[in-house]
């Protein structure tokens, strides 16, 4: 019986063992697998190509409590000329997010989905939102940092002005004042024929004041000169054909 006891302790002895032998290996895989997914995102950088076929590297490191990247990128050659070269910095907290915990190269890769579709890697936003965390606050967020050289930020281009031409100073025409019109004399209505000689009547000449002779309102001679005579001209009209009547 004692014996039996033995076995069975040996056995229980020998399964306890296994056990805790499997759960250390299982750790060690669990930490060997976190070890290699810290050494992908940390040692390995990401690669990719701007729209302008600009080569770039995005490289992770730790300051701190934040985490920073690194994008660099050069240019391709265009002859002689060497392409150029930038690279920008951005820093934040994914960790905050539990996504990145479980998978942060993801993360990155995310981030670089939006930075390949640029023409310049480092004039996008200031912001980057990958979807594992969008909904998590900009604290953890990869926010712009800094970058090289200082004038990324493309500046509005002016439109080229012409050259002014020197202005051609305006020749004045002299005003010319109208002439004053001499006013001509009107001539009188001469008389109807049959009713006395006719002679010529010289016209006054303008300015000077002639008497006119005083007019007889019934008589037949001021009607005559009211139908046919201007008003300016009634006294002398008057005169006229009085005279001939006469």
Not at 25 to 39: G, M, T
Not at 102 to 124: D, I, V
């Amino acid at each position: 019986m004692r014996a039996m006891m033995r076995v069975l302790l040996l056995v229980l002895a020998a399964t306890a063992c296994v056990s805790n032998a499997q759960t250390n290996n299982s750790s060690n895989d669990n930490k060997q697998q976190q070890q290699q997914q810290q050494r992908s995102i940390w040692d390995e950088p990401i690669k990719f190509t701007t729209k302008t076929k600009d080569s770039c590297t995005m490289v992770v490191s730790g300051a701190g409590d934040y985490t920073r990247l690194r994008v660099s990128c050069k240019g391709p050659s265009q002859g002689q000329t060497p392409g150029r070269s930038y690279y920008c910095d951005f820093q934040g907290k994914p960790n905050l997010c539990r996504a990145y915990n479980l998978n942060p190269r993801h993360y990155f890769t995310q981030m670089m989905w939006e930075l390949r579709k640029l023409s310049h890697a480092c004039q996008g936003p200031k912001i980057y939102r990958p979807q594992m965390c969008k909904k998590y606050p900009d604290e953890a967020q990869m926010t712009f940092l800094a970058s090289w050289p200082k004038n990324t930020t493309p500046k509005p281009s002016k439109p080229m002005q012409e050259p002014r031409k020197p202005a051609v100073p305006t020749q004045t025409k002299p005003v010319t004042t109208p002439k004053s019109v001499k006013p001509q004399p009107q001539q009188p209505i001469k008389p109807q024929p049959g009713k006395g000689p006719q002679t010529k009547k010289t016209t006054p000449k303008p300015g000077k004041t002639t008497t006119r002779p005083t007019e007889q309102p019934d008589s037949k001679a001021s009607r005559i000169a009211s139908e046919y005579c201007w008003k300016s001209f009634h006294g002398v009209c008057t005169y006229v054909i009085s005279w001939f009547q006469n």
